[in-house]
Structures are given as C-alpha cells and as structure tokens.
C-alpha cells in the first residue's frame, strides 16, 4: 500500500497566485482530512469529508481558501489568491470506515508564498 | 473550546534515559486521545490511542495514561535511544474524526 499520496512536494510560488494542493487518500478509506501545520499556530484542522462530502469546514480560514474531493481517491484544496500568510505545511490524511479517529498522514506539501 | 498543552516544548536527554512527557486539555469530555510521532520533514505516525474508558495503553518501550477527569495524559518513553529522537504530540477526540492537537514536545536523545 503506498499511503497517502500528496502533490507537489514542496511549492513556491508568488503573493496572488492559484495555488492547488492535492491528495490521493488510501484506497478504501471514507473519510479525509486537509491540516495545515505552522510555528505559531501548531496543526489545525481546516475540513473533513466523510464518503465524499464536507463535514466540517470550521477551521478553513476564509473565502480564499477552497476544498472538493469529486470522488473516493481524490481531494484538492485550493488558495486563490495566495498570501504570504498561507506559507505552511499542509497535511493529507485518510482513514478507514467507521473508525475516523486513526488517521494516516501523508508527508505534506511545504508551500512558501513570496 | 478545547485547547491542549504540552509540556516540555523541547527536551534532551542522553541515551538510556527514562522520560516522561506531558499533555493537558480544558474539556474533559473527549472520546479519546492519541499520541504521534512526526519525524522532520514528515507526516505524522500515530502511536498509542487510549479510548476515555481507558486508563492507560502499552507499545513496546512506550506507554500512554489517561486521567480524562483532570485533564491530563503523559507518554512515558523507557530506555530511550537516539532513533526516538522527534516531535511527539497529543491529539484529542471531542467529535468524531475532529482532532485537536498540542503544539508538540521536541525530544533529542543523545548517543
């Protein structure tokens, strides 16, 4: 099993650009989960689905900020326009039916906005 | 509104050293707690999960307790070595799949 996959690595890219992260959760699981992890705030939660639909968007910080999952294997999260703000480590996780609380973690994607 | 804590933010030991690390949070009402580790430049790996009924879980060199009604939870690392050298943080469970999560013990075990 690969786990879950996430895309690009790492981004750079310039105050005002689209920005599209994306995910490819473990095959079979139902629920995903987009966490966004920096120095000063720790990792935060900023929305879940659960079999493809959004369950709790609390914790996405504002309009520009952005997330579908049109089918079981894949998610995006997109930031139109980016901000310096919005440099950070976003995490992908999955996890398997009916058991929500154990997740796998994807290795992130580093996004630095200039 | 739940918030965890952890403490130490960071620690360093010499190998070989028991240690304890510490994890509280404000709502007592969770369904459960969970202990990570994240390795530099990862994801994150869960390692033990105890469930609110639960006082205490075991993996290997690790163990997990519980005390839902003052808050708090403590991993204890025994004989520690160098490849347990990373960030550990505690997550809770208040709803369903929402996880909140300390802001991580940095621990160096030194060879």
């Known amino acids: 099993d690969a786990g879950v996959i996430q895309s690009p690595r790492h981004e750079v890219t310039e105050m005002g650009q689209e920005v599209t992260l994306r995910c490819k959760p473990i095959s079979g699981h139902n629920s995903l989960f987009w966490y966004r992890q920096t120095m000063m705030r720790g990792l935060e939660l900023l929305i879940y689905?659960?079999?493809?639909?959004?369950?709790?968007d609390s914790g996405m910080p504002e309009d520009r900020f952005s997330a579908k999952m049109p089918n079981a294997s894949f998610s995006t999260l997109k930031i139109q326009p980016s901000e310096p703000r919005d440099s950070a480590v976003y995490f992908c996780a999955s996890s398997p039916p009916r058991d929500e609380e154990t997740q796998y973690f994807g290795p992130g994607t580093r996004l630095l906005v200039l | 509104k739940q918030e965890v804590t952890q403490i130490p933010a960071a620690l360093s030991v010499p190998e070989g050293e028991n240690l304890v690390l510490n994890c509280s949070f404000t709502?007592?009402?969770?369904?459960?707690l969970q202990w990570f580790r994240q390795d530099p430049g990862k994801g994150l790996t869960s390692l033990l999960l105890?469930?609110?009924?639960?006082r205490e879980q075991t993996s290997g060199r690790l163990n997990a307790s519980l005390d839902k009604s003052s808050g708090r939870s403590t991993l204890y690392i025994a004989a520690s070595q160098p490849g347990d050298s990373a960030t550990y943080l505690c997550a809770v469970n208040n709803q369903g799949g929402k996880l909140i999560f300390g802001q991580g013990t940095e621990l160096s075990v030194k060879p």
């Open positions: 105890i469930q609110s009924s639960q």
């Open positions: 709502d007592s009402a969770i369904y459960n």
């Open positions: 689905f659960n079999n493809n639909v959004p369950i709790d």
